[in-house]
């Protein structure tokens, strides 16, 4: 079947240091791949996509993700993490040639002083 | 927001009574997307348009019916609203099947 997993729940970095969230999807081709983030009240906002091309894309507000075909992984990180990044991250996946946008069940992100 | 509103923002209503939220959408985007964010599940989509008067159901559409008569407005309605229906809902919109959506601020429905 056809999904997305966010292994992570909840994960806590301490300010300053690096992060990393997990994606992994089931497609049988690679399909569009995106990043959103969602502040407590908030919409969801795109931090950044993947259609095709250089496997490293960047993103808003420092962060960025790496596609991983043989991997079937499109993982989100950022170098230094700030406060300001303590949200709800989504990553969501678009079949190719199909209308649907399937989304993940989100990883929570706390950041430690 | 990218011109998309939602309307009500927050709806409290009873147990077996019709509810219609709707979508609106300024910028001529083909598809349009109703989701539902409970604790737990993410965003679990509920219908989805490709066009005018062309829907099609998504993973939870039980207890949901949409209609798109034109294309700048998406409605969502519970026939008969239950408890299990109390959740956030989000519109959203993109322009092709290869482009990012873009998100309403959600309608909070509570059901009584």
């Known amino acids: 079947a056809q999904s997305v997993t966010q292994p992570d729940i909840h994960i806590t970095v301490s300010e300053g240091a690096s992060l990393e969230l997990r994606c992994n999807y089931s497609?049988?081709?690679?399909?569009?791949l995106f990043w959103y983030v969602q502040s407590p009240g908030q919409g969801l906002q795109l931090l950044l996509k993947?259609?095709?091309?250089?496997?490293l894309v960047q993103g808003i507000k420092g962060f960025e993700a790496e596609f991983k075909r043989s991997q079937s992984s499109f993982n989100l990180r950022k170098p230094s993490v700030h406060w300001s990044d303590a949200a709800e991250y989504f990553c969501?996946?678009?079949?190719?040639?199909?209308?649907?946008?399937?989304f993940g069940k989100g990883t929570m992100l706390l950041v430690s002083p | 927001d990218a011109g998309i509103t939602q309307s009500p923002r927050h709806k409290v209503t009873e147990t077996g009574t019709p509810v219609t939220l709707r979508c609106h959408q300024t910028?001529?985007?083909?598809?349009m997307y109703w989701y539902r964010q409970d604790p737990g599940h993410g965003l679990r989509l509920i219908h989805y348009s490709y066009g005018v008067k062309d829907t099609d159901k998504g993973e939870v559409s039980d207890g949901y019916s949409v209609s798109r008569s034109k294309t700048e407005d998406f409605l969502l309605t519970l026939e008969s609203a239950t408890s299990s229906q109390t959740s956030v809902y989000f519109c959203?919109?993109?322009?092709?099947?290869?482009?990012?959506?873009?998100f309403g601020q959600g309608t909070r429905l509570t059901v009584v």
């Open positions: 497609y049988g081709a690679t399909p569009y």
């Open positions: 910028e001529n985007h083909r598809y």
């Open positions: 959203a919109a993109r322009q092709g099947m290869n482009t990012e959506a873009f």
């Open positions: 969501a996946v678009g079949p190719q040639g199909r209308s649907t946008l399937t």
């Open positions: 993947y259609f095709s091309g250089d496997t």
